[in-house]
């Protein structure tokens, strides 16, 4: 597990051991995400829910975020985030937090993202779908917001107020894309 490209480059990340709720992105499926947004990450603010080891996070700033907010509701795997963030020299851009995502999502009012990676456990991906109305819920989401959902479902993830762009398989993971359109301009009286 590396950083791909950008600032840290090459960077080798660590990964939380043993603890089994934790399950790393592919660099296949990392490299295919980024990819997709590529020309969308420069001074964006990034959230990575279910952070495990921060690659997701720590790759957009590698290549230009402004900030990420990583938040992981296991001790050890903040830990080890806190160690990438450090190893990567991105550690004064990152807010490292050991919480539940839902206590998170619902304390953070008036704080908003461009880009959200939310990859929780396979075997809990119902989360995504609570994740998902918790950010719209809160509002947490800029007009043109991109949200990567991974897991093993084969059906796309959706939420109203945010436009299916893509659904795809890498190896044994599946990638929503959803992003959210700009909010119509009501016209003057």
């Known amino acids: ?6 600032s840290a480059r090459g960077a080798k990340l660590l990964a939380p051991q043993g603890v089994e709720n934790t399950r790393p992105t592919s660099d296949m499926t990392k490299e295919a995400v980024f990819s ?23 790759e957009a700033l590698s290549r230009g975020a402004e900030k990420a907010d990583f938040v992981d509701s296991s001790q050890e795997a903040v830990e080890v985030i806190k160690a990438n963030a450090k190893k990567t020299r991105l550690y004064e851009r990152c807010n ?7 206590r998170f999502l619902k304390m ?3 704080l ?10 396979y ?18 989401l800029e007009d043109g917001a991109f949200v990567f959902c991974e897991s093993q479902r084969k059906e796309p993830f959706s939420a109203p107020g945010l436009t299916l762009r893509r659904h795809s398989r890498y190896g044994k993971a599946y990638i929503t894309l959803l992003f959210k359109e700009a909010a119509a301009e009501l016209p003057e009286a």
């Open 1 to 6: 597990m590396r950083i791909i490209t950008g």
């Open 36 to 58: 997709m947004i590529q020309f969308e990450i420069e001074g964006r603010r990034v959230l990575d829910l279910f952070a495990g080891s921060g690659q997701m996070g720590l």
């Open 96 to 102: 490292i937090l050991c919480a539940d995502y839902k």
């Open 108 to 110: 953070k009012g008036g």
């Open 112 to 121: 908003k993202y461009d880009l959200v990676f939310i990859d929780p456990p």
């Open 123 to 140: 075997y809990d991906s119902e989360k995504i779908d609570d994740a998902l109305s918790l950010l719209l819920e809160g509002d947490m």
